[in-house]
Structures are given as structure tokens and as C-alpha cells.
């Protein structure tokens, strides 16, 4: 069964299967999959050579500097939000872009309401899996709820006082 | 006083939009009650005892007289009449109706107020000295930091969903006023010998259960790093503060459990991964933004002194109660014929810290004729009016006496700190009021209020600690027994400079003992003291808990075995 989800602000199919550990279903074979990271760490050349790509599901209690390494080549990072008010992911998220320049699909799955995630967008996720039960297209018109900030996170906001010094310059 | 361009204009009227489209769903049934539990919160919306309770943000404590005009507003047509000044500045309504919210907070964005992460598991409003900018103590005017750091922390997408509460305080004062080592974090603007302005940052403190007092992580930090190191600390508290218990859950649990030298540490190396990266160049403040900012909190048009000074002493000696309004409640201005007003929101019969519809607008009609337009509120639940010309005073005197906001009692004994206690609290275990008010008529005359001369008495309903209890010169803890209302007092407690938690001085008091046995701890003081300069706390310090316990619970045998 495909899921719709959000990916870089528009509702599309999901091409992905999430595959929970211990599952060896074999029409897995051949399509992209994302698997755990300690899956990834036991098993994780034997899938991509069968797969098409392997993406990987890091726990948000991983420190993702010293994981990263290990997954710097994937097209896809998922982290995980257990209940949406765990905000540990986002920091994950944000070093992942900005410290460590992560440029690949980069994944919020877990209890993902649709008053997360406008916090998500902003913090570098460009694929969103909302949970089961939300409104998937209030989920999407969430992303601009609002639409000033005043700092800058895995974003294109740039904060307000870079923006207030360059307007200042102007005048 | 900040003011607001388009972006700060545009963020709170659009965080109204977004709050009442929540509110909306949560009335359809679209939002379970948990979940807009989190959202109400992080737009300052709690449930309490009776209603809801809803907490307006005070940045820094400062005020000015559109917002009080709007307050006298809001109180009396939403609310019943009154609203209440908190321990952090704030102010609280007690009686709104959630489906009015999204319109009240709608009418308070008008004048640059909100309630936006008032509450919830954020960054929480700035606390800051009330004598910011007027202190002759100042080495640095902090509010121009204050609100560099407001922007920053203000919907922060990843520090909007913490471990739990986060709170911060800021002074660039000598003398501590705003009780800033129990905030999670404590920010002192300071000066180095060489000139540079920085910041000497403490963290890990907080009051509630285990309370304690931050600890110094970095001594100066460089005036354009405040936001790199605010990153560095917050996103420490994301990635490790624990999730799995929400009493162990704040920073200062963090500090305990890992010890100081690996909190310092880790603290320090996330600030140095952020400097080294992009990160780090969005977050530099160049002097220019500091500027920009300092902008907004230009010295007041003073007079020259010539103009208003006055022979005040001269008017005191006519009018006793003057004068002991003069000798309580007004300071010394760093201007030469300028002076500290302040409002005591302590009268007798009158709940610690609440303001009526009648008293905002007076406050405004004051400060708009005498304090430039301004008010600030205190971490003690005053209220001060920062810059009043001398030939002024006794004006402003009449004015606010008239509306019972001239107790002077400023510092003493009657001048207690106190939470809303089980008269409003869903979470208390003892009323609080009620023992401030039995309390506060036990001295009430004033010479017994000299005679005792400064201390300060904090009472909370539990052990949450909103009332302060725990850095209380006595400080006084409702704890429920059996269903009954028993108090728990601490000793030694204190929030300024020589920062400490209180101790317990002995077996709890019931509702019936707890004034008698204030009056037992005040007596003891006066006889223990060496002299009538040795104030309370003082005194304490110096002969220990033993003789004060002997005097509380009367024989030397339920002393020990209290
Ligand atoms: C009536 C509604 C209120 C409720 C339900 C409430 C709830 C709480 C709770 C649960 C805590 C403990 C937080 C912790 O230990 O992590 C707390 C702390 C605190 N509250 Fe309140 N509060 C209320 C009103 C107030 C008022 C009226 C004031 C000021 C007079 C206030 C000021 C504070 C302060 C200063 C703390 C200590 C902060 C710290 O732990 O660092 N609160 N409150
Ligand atoms: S100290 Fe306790 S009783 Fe008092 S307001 Fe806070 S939570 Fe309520």
C-alpha cells in the first residue's frame, strides 16, 4: 500500500517502504527501502546491492555527528518523532543540514501532527510523513503558516538582524 | 521601550490566526485535548482550579502606558476586573473564557503584548532588573540584550518542543534584582578590565522541587556571541535534557546528574562547533545590530536639575505619612534630581501582586504625566515608576495613595511574595493567600514593620515554587496532610547576590500555627540581633538555625524533636 506524504511541499505517493527491523519480506527486493540504523550497520551492503536505495531511520537519541559518517552517501535520512512534543530530531535535523551539509531527502516519521509541521519544515525536513489520522492537505497549507521569523534555521529565512543591518545599510 | 517594526508586528498578528484556527479545531473535536493542551500552553493558556488561566508575557518587566490602558480594558471585559503580577514579571488573567482567547489576544498584539510561550515546554519570557537603565550600580544597561536574545528564542523552530520549561534573567548590575541564578539561565552583561563588553553566563538553576542556583559555565562570552552561546546551551538541553520524567526533566537535572566539569564541557564545545560553522556567522551580532537595538531604549529627555529638584525633606517633615512613603518606597535615580517610584502591590486586605481595571488606568494616567510614559514591573510583584522628578513626588504620592498603591512597605515585612495558592491553582496543596494575609495583619502597624526592618517572606501553595519559597528569607511551603493544609518553613533563603536555598527548619505548621510562628521567628530575631542594622538574614547567617528553631516550636524538647 502506497502513503501519501509531503515532499518538498506538495502531497505525492511515497516511493519508499519503512522496513521495521526483524522483516525479511522478499518483494522488498529491487525498491527503496529505508531500514534502522542498526540494521544498516549489520546488513547494510548486502541491501543495496539488492535494492534500488537504502535509506536509513536514525533513533532521535543518536548523536548524528558521530553516526553521519556512516551514512553521509544515503538519498535519504529518516528520524523519528516518538510523540510530537519531542523535539529531539529537530536538533538532529538542523546539524545534519547545516553542520554537516547533509543535501539528501531528509524525513520527519512518528507522531507527526499537523501542528508540527510548520516546526519541521523550518528545521531542514522536506519530506513529511503526517500520522495516519491527519488532514493531509491542512498538513501541506501548514508548511507556510506563518510566514515571518526572526531567526534562521535549516531554512531561507534569514534572521532579522542580518535583514534589519542590510535595510539599515540601504537608507 | 522596544518598538515594533512590520516583521514583530506580522509574527504576533499571525500567531493569533494560527492560535484561533487551534482553537477552533479543538472545539470541533479535531484536536484531542492533549494535544491542544501543548499548543494552548505555548500561547500562555493554562487550565487551573476553576477556569482557565491565561499568562501575558512582560519582556523584562517593561511596560508603558498603552499597554496599561489596554489592561484596564481586557481585565474588565473579559476577566473579573483584576489581573495579577508574578514573580517573573508577568501578568496573569485567572477568569477567561477559552472561546474569547483568540479575540483577547488578538486585542493585546494591538499594543505589543501576547502569550505566546508564557507557558508549555519552551523558552520562556526574559526576566530582567526593573532598574535597568536607572540603577547608579549599572555597569551595562542589559535590555538592548534582553531583546536581541527575545528575538532569537521567540518561536524558535528547534527549541519550540524542550524537554521542559526554559527560563532566562538578566541583569548588568551590580546588585542582583532580578533573582536571575534561578533561571535556568543567568546572563550578566559585564564589562572587562579592557573595556569589552561580554556576558558571564550561569546555568542549571531553577526553583520547584530540587531547587538550585546556576552554575558560572563561562565567564565572558564576547558581546557578539550572546546568541552562539544561547544556541549552544538550548540545543544541549534538546538533545540531552530527559524526556522520560517530567520532574527531572529541567537542565539543572542535567548539571546534577552529569556533574559540573561534563556539563561545562559539553556546553562549551557545542559553542565551539558553532563558531567554527554557517551556523555561527548567522549568529554573530555585529555592533551595529546591538546599536540598532540599544536605539530602542534611548535615557529619557531629563530635565536639567534645576528645573526639578525640590526640598522634599522640607515636605517630609510637614506630612509623617509622606515621609514614610519617601523613606520606603522611593530610591535614588542615577540623574541628579530624578527618583525611583516604587508601587506597592501589597496593601492591606489586598491579594500579593493583583492590579484592578481602576489601578491599570491610574497607572497609566501617573506614568504618562511623571515616568515618561513608562512602568516596570518587579520579580517581587511591585511595580516601579523609573524616573519621577523630586518636584513631582508628593503629587504622584496622592495619586497612587488614592488608589492604594502607596503602602510603604516596600522591602519589609508586609511586602510578602506569594503565589495564587489553592484559591485559583489546580496544583496546590495549601492556600497561600490567606497566610499572607494573616500574616501581613500581624504586622501591620508600621513601627513593627521598622522595627523589623528588610526581609523578605515567600510563601507557594506546593512545591512547584511559584512563590519563591525556597529563596525566601523565611520562606513558607503549603504541603497537604491527610487533606489538611500544613506549611513547611525554610530559613536563609535568598535571591540576589548571596543566592541560596533555604533550609528546613524543623516538623511542618498548621494553618493555625503558621503566623504565630512567623511572629515567633521575628521575635527571636530581634532579640538575637546584634544591632538594629543587622538585618534578618544577617542575623541568621550569624548564630545558625538552632536558636531559631529553639524559639519556633517553644521547649528545647520539640525543638529537637522537630
Ligand atoms: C496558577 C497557575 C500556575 C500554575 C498552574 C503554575 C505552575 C507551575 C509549575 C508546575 C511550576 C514548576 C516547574 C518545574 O518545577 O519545572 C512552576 C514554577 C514557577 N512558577 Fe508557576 N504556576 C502558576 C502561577 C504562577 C504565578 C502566579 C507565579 C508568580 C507569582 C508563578 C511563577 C513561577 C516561578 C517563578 C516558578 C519557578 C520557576 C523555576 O522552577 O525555575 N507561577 N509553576
Ligand atoms: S506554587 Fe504550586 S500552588 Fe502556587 S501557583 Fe505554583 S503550582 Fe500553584
Known sequence: MTMTILRDGALVQDDWTLVEDGRTDIELAGGKVIVTLARWRTEGKALAASHEAVGVLVPNTADIEAVYPEISDRKLIALQFPVFTDGRALSQAVVLRKRLGFKGELRAIGDVIQDLVFWLGRCGFDSIVPRQDQNLEACRAALDELTVAYQATADEHTPVWVRRRARAAVH | MYRYDETDRALVMQRVEQFRDQTRRYLAGELTEEEFRHLRLRNGLYQQR???????????????????????????????????????????????????????????????????????????????????????????????????????????????????????????????????????????????????????????????????????????????????????????????????????????????????????????????????????????????????????????????????????????????????????????????????????????????????????????????????????????????????????????????????????????????????????????????IGVAQDIYRRFDTLDAQYEVGAIRITISGCMNGCGHHSVGHIGILGVDKHGEEWYQVTLGGSAGNDAAVGERIGRALARDEIAEGVERLIRAYLELRCDEDETFIECYRRVGMAPFKARLYGTESEAAAA
Open chain 2, 50 to 432: 476553576f477556569a482557565p488561566m491565561l499568562r501575558i508575557s512582560v519582556p523584562y518587566g517593561l511596560l508603558e502606558s498603552a499597554q496599561l490602558r489596554k489592561m484596564a480594558h481586557i481585565v474588565r471585559k473579559y476577566d473579573k476586573g483584576y489581573g495579577h503580577f508574578t514573580t517573573r514579571q508577568n501578568i496573569q488573567l485567572n477568569w477567561p473564557k477559552l472561546e474569547q482567547v483568540p479575540d483577547l489576544l488578538g486585542e493585546l498584539a494591538q499594543v505589543q503584548l501576547h502569550g505566546i510561550q508564557a507557558c508549555g515546554n519552551d523558552t520562556r519570557n526574559i526576566t530582567g532588573d526593573y532598574l535597568a537603565g536607572v540603577a547608579a550600580d549599572e555597569q551595562i544597561d542589559p535590555r538592548p540584550y534582553c531583546e536581541l536574545l527575545r528575538q532569537y528564542i521567540t518561536l524558535h523552530p528547534e527549541f519550540y518542543w524542550l524537554p521542559r520549561k526554559f527560563k532566562f534573567g538578566f541583569t548588568g548590575a551590580a546588585v542582583d534584582r532580578a533573582a536571575t541564578r534561578t533561571n535556568d539561565v543567568a546572563v550578566h552583561v559585564v564589562r572587562r578590565e579592557d573595556g569589552a563588553i561580554g556576558y558571564r553566563f550561569f546555568v542549571g538553576g531553577g526553583l520547584g522541587r530540587q531547587p538550585m542556583l546556576g552554575q558560572e559555565t563561562n565567564a565572558f562570552v564576547p558581546e557578539s556571541d550572546l546568541l552562539r552561546y544561547a544556541c549552544a546551551i538550548l540545543r544541549t538541553f534538546n538533545r540531552f535534557g530527559r524526556r522520560d520524567n517530567i520532574h527531572k526533566a529541567r537542565i539543572k537535572i542535567v548539571l546534577r546528574e552529569w556533574g559540573y566539569e561534563r556539563f561545562r564541557a559539553t556546553i562549551e564545545e557545542e559553542y565551539a562547533k558553532i563558531k567554527a560553522g554557517i551556523e555561527g556567522e548567522e549568529l554573530l551580532l555585529l555592533p551595529q545590530d546591538i546599536e540598532r537595538v540599544r536605539a530602542h531604549f534611548p535615557a529619557p529627555a531629563y530635565r536639567p536639575a534645576a528645573e526639578i529638584t525640590a526640598d522634599v525633606a522640607a515636605l517630609a517633615a510637614r506630612d509623617a505619612a509622606f515621609a514614610a512613603w519617601m523613606k520606603r518606597n522611593v530610591r535614588a535615580h542615577k540623574v541628579p534630581g530624578y527618583r525611583v517610584v516604587f508601587v506597592s502591590l501589597k496593601a492591606p486586605d489586598h491579594v500579593p501582586g493583583d492590579c484592578t481595571a481602576e489601578q491599570f488606568e491610574a497607572l497609566a494616567e501617573i506614568c504618562d504625566a511623571y515616568s515618561f510614559g513608562e512602568l516596570r514591573s518587579t520579580y517581587d510583584q511591585n511595580l516601579v515608576l523609573a524616573d519621577v522628578a523630586e518636584r513631582d513626588l508628593q503629587e504622584v504620592w496622592r495619586k497612587l495613595d488614592a488608589m492604594k498603591l502607596a503602602t510603604p512597605n516596600i522591602g519589609l515585612i508586609t511586602d510578602i511574595v506569594c503565589c495564587p495558592g489553592l484559591d485559583f491553582c489546580g496544583l496546590a496543596n495549601a492556600g497561600s
